[in-house]
């Protein structure tokens, strides 16, 4: 681990003066909370900060139900927030994609603002003995391009980057239109999670719109009345403690048997939670008859692109989107 | 496929971080203690307080033989800096027994034969009280998954499973469901 100075500052306006650069790569002062991906990432050198900005106890971590939605302070672990009675009963999307996200002690640890901000699982950029990574060093390629890359992502890659995303949590989060409350010196308080990451284009490095110094408060979802019939559907190589190789987060409006409202959002396939408004558009006012369903799936395929291993993630993301679709639409 | 789990852990030679001061509560027991800001909570108690019942298995995360609890939940050790876990009530499997009265899943794991090398028991027994206590027990199927977060190569999982239904069912901390 690379030798690091670590502050415990007493409040979140003097944790902010030290302008941190959380979500670029390297930088010489970071911020850390709940450390269940920054501490894996120090200890295999991935980062190596000169500083570490603990927010520990400097944000909130409430969780509030109401009828303007939802609102859940940045600190909330991810085992408080799955198991919160309103989060289970109204948005049951986000308490699945939680329980179905580590393990019961990370879940215990890791916060949400961290879950939003951790990095991606591609294991050349994880391992520092492979020399081309261009989220990790600018520049220097990408091994995972005609590398082993049966993890990696399908939509919304670049010449420079495939990675995908890792959050189980994001995806169901941008599937209800979820917005980021963000602290610090100037920036937009508030940015939509879906426009908060950005795609790897030619700065694979640059994750998100947080400026230096930056960092997220709480998040916020609307209310919205297809939040209740909602399934994350996570299918991995293992049953539990494991990352996905595709998911799909649904969220459904019934007008009888007749769907008047989609939301559906991908992990495991794009380089950040990736919103599919054409098949969401495409389901509305059908019914649940699986061909109608496979049709309008079909449509999330527009624009993917394999890698040779990943290819199948392109047929696989369709049955995940028909399965969730149906297992939503059967809740009542 | 590329190593997700990389030895690459080394410290750097003749670097050094400035030194912090950090007060830790280890099974009921103060401790003032002056440490690089790199060390782990697991590297802590196995090196500076001695109490090597917390296992280093992977250092990442994965395995869970580091786990203890932190007011009263199960955490991993290693994914933990020291310095910021100040002010936490931190159990270990050396705070488990009551004198010569082993916990009732120490206890348990004897009597169902729930290891063979022993190197991730305290994880596992750990990781199982917590487990108890949620009411997360509550069938073979519920253990196992609850219980994902700790592996163990010797392959003793039917008989981990078994002894945390023995104590939850005996406890009647087993939730409906």
Same mark, same amino acid.
């Not at chain 1, 520990?56 to 991810?78: F, H, K, S, Y």
């Not at chain 1, 492979?130 to 995972?144: D, E, F, I, K, L």
């Not at chain 2, 852990?9 to 509560?25: K, M, N």
């Not at chain 2, 932190?70 to 931190?90: F, H, P, Y």
């Given at each position: 681990?690379?030798? $690091?100075?670590?502050?415990?500052?007493?409040?979140?306006?003097?944790?902010?003066?030290?302008?941190?650069?959380?979500?670029?790569?390297?930088?010489?002062?970071?911020?850390?909370?709940?450390?269940?991906?920054?501490?894996? !990432?120090? =200890?295999?050198?991935?980062?190596?900060?000169?500083?570490?900005?603990?927010?520990?106890?400097? !944000?909130?971590?409430?969780?509030?139900?109401?009828?303007?939605?939802?609102?859940?302070?940045?600190?909330?672990?991810?085992?408080?927030?799955?198991?919160?009675?309103?989060?289970?009963?109204? $948005?049951?999307?986000?308490?699945?994609?939680?329980?179905?996200?580590?393990?019961?002690?990370?879940?215990?640890?890791?916060?949400?603002?961290?879950?939003?901000?951790?990095?991606?699982?591609?294991?050349?950029?994880?391992?520092?003995?492979?020399? @081309?990574?261009?989220?990790?060093?600018?520049?220097?390629?990408?091994?995972?391009?005609?590398?082993?890359?049966?993890?990696?992502?399908?939509?919304?890659?670049?010449?420079?980057?495939? @990675?995908? #995303?890792?959050?189980?949590?994001?995806?169901?989060?941008?599937?209800? +239109?979820?917005?980021?409350?963000?602290?610090?010196?100037?920036?937009?308080?508030?940015?939509?999670?879906?426009?908060?990451?950005? !795609?790897?284009?030619?700065?694979?490095?640059?994750?998100?719109?947080?400026?230096?110094?930056?960092?997220?408060?709480?998040?916020?979802?609307?209310?919205?009345?297809?939040?209740?019939?909602?399934?994350?559907?996570?299918?991995?190589?293992? &049953?539990?403690?494991? $990352? &996905?190789?595709?998911?799909?987060?649904?969220?459904?409006?019934?007008?009888?048997?007749?769907?008047? =409202?989609?939301?559906?959002?991908?992990?495991?396939?794009?380089?950040?939670?990736?919103?599919?408004?054409?098949?969401?558009?495409?389901?509305?006012?059908?019914?649940?008859?699986?061909?109608? !369903?496979?049709?309008?799936?079909?449509?999330? &395929?527009?624009?993917?692109?394999?890698?040779?291993?990943?290819?199948? *993630?392109?047929?696989?993301?369709?049955?995940?989107?028909?399965?969730?679709?149906?297992?939503?639409?059967?809740?009542? | 496929?590329?190593?997700?789990?990389?030895?690459?852990?080394? =410290?750097?030679?003749?670097?050094?971080?400035?030194?912090? +001061?950090?007060?830790?509560?280890?099974?009921?027991?103060? #401790?003032?203690?002056?440490?690089?800001?790199?060390?782990?909570?697991?590297?802590?108690?196995?090196?500076?307080? #001695?109490?090597?019942?917390? *296992?280093?298995?992977?250092?990442?995360?994965?395995?869970?033989?580091?786990?203890?609890?932190?007011?009263? *939940?199960?955490?991993?050790?290693?994914?933990?800096?020291?310095?910021?876990?100040?002010?936490?009530?931190?159990?270990?499997?050396?705070?488990?027994?009551?004198?010569?009265?082993?916990?009732?899943?120490?206890?348990? $794991?004897?009597?169902? +034969?729930?290891?063979?090398?022993?190197?991730?028991?305290?994880?596992?027994?750990?990781?199982?009280?917590?487990?108890?206590?949620?009411? #997360?027990?509550?069938?073979?199927?519920?253990?196992?998954?609850?219980?994902?977060?700790?592996?163990?190569?010797?392959?003793?999982?039917?008989?981990?499973?078994?002894?945390? =239904?023995?104590?939850?069912?005996?406890?009647?901390?087993?939730?409906?469901?």
């Amino acid at each position: 681990m690379h030798p $690091f100075t670590l502050e415990r500052p007493r409040d979140l306006s003097a944790a902010l003066a030290f302008r941190a650069q959380a979500g670029r790569n390297d930088a010489p002062t970071e911020y850390i909370a709940g450390g269940t991906d920054m501490v894996q !990432l120090l =200890q295999e050198n991935v980062r190596r900060p000169e500083r570490l900005i603990s927010l520990a106890g400097l !944000l909130d971590n409430r969780i509030d139900v109401g009828p303007q939605g939802l609102r859940i302070g940045a600190a909330a672990t991810m085992a408080e927030v799955a198991a919160h009675r309103g989060v289970i009963e109204q $948005f049951p999307v986000i308490s699945e994609a939680l329980l179905n996200s580590a393990s019961p002690q990370v879940r215990n640890q890791a916060t949400m603002g961290g879950n939003l901000l951790q990095r991606t699982r591609c294991p050349y950029f994880r391992d520092v003995g492979y020399s @081309a990574c261009n989220r990790r060093a600018p520049g220097s390629g990408c091994a995972a391009i005609g590398g082993e890359n049966r993890w990696h992502a399908v939509l919304g890659t670049s010449d420079n980057c495939i @990675a995908a #995303h890792a959050s189980d949590l994001a995806v169901a989060l941008v599937a209800l +239109d979820a917005v980021v409350e963000v602290r610090g010196a100037n920036g937009p308080p508030n940015v939509s999670l879906i426009d908060f990451y950005r !795609l790897p284009d030619a700065t694979p490095h640059i994750e998100t719109v947080l400026e230096p110094g930056e960092v997220i408060a709480a998040i916020t979802l609307p209310a919205n009345p297809a939040a209740r019939r909602s399934h994350y559907l996570k299918v991995r190589d293992r &049953a539990s403690f494991e $990352f &996905a190789v595709v998911s799909a987060a649904v969220a459904l409006d019934m007008d009888g048997a007749r769907i008047r =409202q989609a939301r559906i959002a991908l992990g495991g396939v794009g380089t950040k939670p990736w919103r599919v408004p054409r098949v969401e558009a495409a389901l509305v006012g059908g019914s649940l008859d699986p061909a109608v !369903l496979r049709t309008a799936a079909a449509l999330a &395929a527009r624009g993917a692109q394999g890698r040779g291993h990943n290819d199948f *993630k392109i047929e696989l993301m369709q049955r995940a989107i028909v399965r969730a679709v149906e297992i939503a639409g059967a809740r009542t | 496929m590329p190593g997700i789990i990389s030895p690459a852990r080394a =410290q750097d030679a003749g670097a050094a971080s400035a030194p912090l +001061d950090v007060v830790l509560r280890v099974n009921g027991t103060e #401790h003032r203690l002056t440490l690089d800001p790199r060390t782990t909570l697991l590297d802590t108690l196995r090196e500076h307080l #001695h109490l090597t019942g917390s *296992k280093r298995g992977c250092g990442l995360g994965q395995c869970g033989a580091c786990t203890v609890l932190m007011d009263g *939940k199960r955490m991993k050790s290693c994914l933990s800096l020291a310095a910021l876990v100040e002010g936490r009530e931190i159990t270990t499997i050396e705070g488990l027994a009551q004198g010569a009265d082993l916990h009732p899943l120490q206890a348990a $794991f004897i009597e169902r +034969d729930a290891f063979q090398c022993g190197y991730c028991t305290p994880g596992q027994i750990m990781a199982g009280v917590a487990c108890i206590a949620e009411g #997360h027990a509550g069938s073979p199927q519920e253990i196992r998954d609850w219980m994902s977060g700790n592996l163990c190569r010797c392959g003793a999982y039917d008989h981990i499973v078994a002894a945390i =239904q023995d104590v939850a069912q005996a406890t009647g901390s087993v939730r409906g469901g």
